[in-house]
Structure formats: C-alpha cells, structure tokens
C-alpha cells in the first residue's frame, strides 16, 4: 500500500533535482516556478502526512481558491463566488466527516448555488450565473477524493504533474499535429510522451494500477483542455496571477481534477 512517508523521499528527490535544472537553465521564470513549488510540496505532503484532517483541510483551502478565481473568469458577482466556496466545502467536510453522503452535499450545494440568483431575482443574468455556479460545483467538488484517496491522490498529482511537463518539452521538439484548437501550443506528440512519462512515474512512486494510469494518461489532458476552452471563452491567459511563475492555482491543478473524476468512476 502507498503512503506519503514512501511518497515523501522521491518528491524530494524530484524538488532537488529539478532545483538543479533549474539552476543550470540559468531561466528566471523557471527559478520563480521552483520556488513556489518549494514552498508548495512540503507544505503539501505534510498536509497528507497528517491524514484525513489535512487532505480536507488542503481540499477546502484549494477548491475555496480555485472558486473565487473560477467565479473571477466566468464574471460572477462575490456572493455567487462566495456560495460556491462554501458548497465545495461542504462536499470535502462530508467525505471527512461523513463518508457516502457526498451525493447529498452536492444536492444541497447546488441548491444554495442556485438560491442565489434566484433570490435576487436576475432575469437578465441569472441563467448564466446559475449554469456557470452548477459547472464550478460539479467541476471542483471533485476535491473531496482527495480525502479518501490520501497518498494516492498524491501520487496522480505528482504523475499529471510530470505528465504537464513532459509534454510542454516534448512537444516543442517533435512538433506534429496539433492537439486540439482549444490549446494550439500542445503537440499529439507532446501529449503521449507526457502520457508514458506520467504512467512510468506511478511506476516508480509503486503507485501503478490501470485505472491510476487512464486518469494520468486521459484525465490529465483533458483536464488542461477543458480549463483551456474555459479561459478562452473568458478571453483570459490565466485564472490568477498571484502564483509566481504560474498564473493562478486553478491553471495548476486542472489536469489534477479531470484525473480525479475519471480514478473516481474507474474504480
């Protein structure tokens, strides 16, 4: 079985490594990409070490920041970005706290995300306020995995990580068809190198199972795709701009949330 303390000496390893890359590249927009991923993976990764209490506390603090930078491209007011925060919430404190009712905080948060425009009677925006709150909802609640998944939600995070890399180098130098219009930079090739790398590195984390490789192989681009139709509909570069070397925490974790959803119905 895995767990974060086999986890904890190749992230390491990979921070350590990756800071030596870093160095050599001699690149300043790489050297502020590592720093914040210093400052992240221990942070992380002692979240996960403490169990439970600290997946659905990292679950809560990230699905809350990822709301308001989701209801910030999608134009929503701060009481429908608000609301939306607090069912992601809801759904994560329930599969801590009650385990198997997930369905039913869902049911309720996406009342109360639909309570609001409804209350304040918005007949020229509201349906775009209620569609956009439902997608937010079903797209981030997928966060609460991360409490029952534990070490292995931790392992796909590090796989799609690799995979996301992988896949921007890889596919700058094959070159090839285009992946699809929604993301024009991201190469066929790319993305099944980024795949291999991805499967190879639950490998090595022992973290290896077909439905772990399907979501790091399938759900990670998708994820980044569907974040990408997201901003382009927004006509945004980026979620946030508060992550250095970044942008926002949505654009880091979008490949993470589609990997959840499918590892979910996979197993």
Do not use: N
């Amino acid at each position: 079985m895995i767990t974060v303390a086999s986890l904890a000496p190749y992230l390491g390893g990979a921070l350590a490594l990756g800071g030596l890359a870093v160095v050599a590249s001699r690149r300043r927009e790489l050297l502020i990409r590592w720093c914040a991923w210093a400052v992240g993976v221990p942070l992380v990764t002692g979240a996960f070490w403490w169990g439970s209490p600290g997946a659905a506390a990292i679950a809560i603090a990230v699905g809350a920041i990822a709301a308001m930078e989701f209801g910030g491209l999608m134009h929503l007011g701060r009481p429908d970005r608000v609301v939306l925060a607090a069912a992601v919430a809801g759904v994560v404190l329930t599969a801590w706290l009650a385990p198997g009712q997930e369905l039913r905080a869902v049911a309720i948060g996406a009342l109360a995300v639909a309570a609001v425009p409804l209350l304040s009677g918005d007949a020229d925006h509201g349906l775009h306020r209620l569609c956009t709150g439902l997608l937010g909802l079903a797209w981030l609640s997928v966060l609460a995995a991360l409490v029952p998944l534990g070490a292995s939600a931790l392992a796909l995070f590090v796989a799609v990580s690799i995979a996301d890399i992988t896949a921007y180098f890889a596919g700058q130098r094959l070159g090839g068809p285009r992946l699809s219009p929604l993301s024009p930079a991201k190469r066929w090739s790319g993305t099944l190198a980024g795949a291999a790398a991805g499967v190879g590195a639950l490998a090595v984390l022992s973290a290896l199972s077909w439905p772990m490789a399907v979501a790091a192989a399938v759900g990670g681009p998708a994820g980044d795709l569907l974040e990408s139709m997201i901003k382009r509909g927004a006509q945004a570069k980026d979620a946030g701009s508060w992550l250095p070397g970044s942008g926002g925490l949505l654009d880091r974790i979008d490949s993470l949330l589609i990997a959840l959803a499918v590892l979910l119905v996979l197993s």
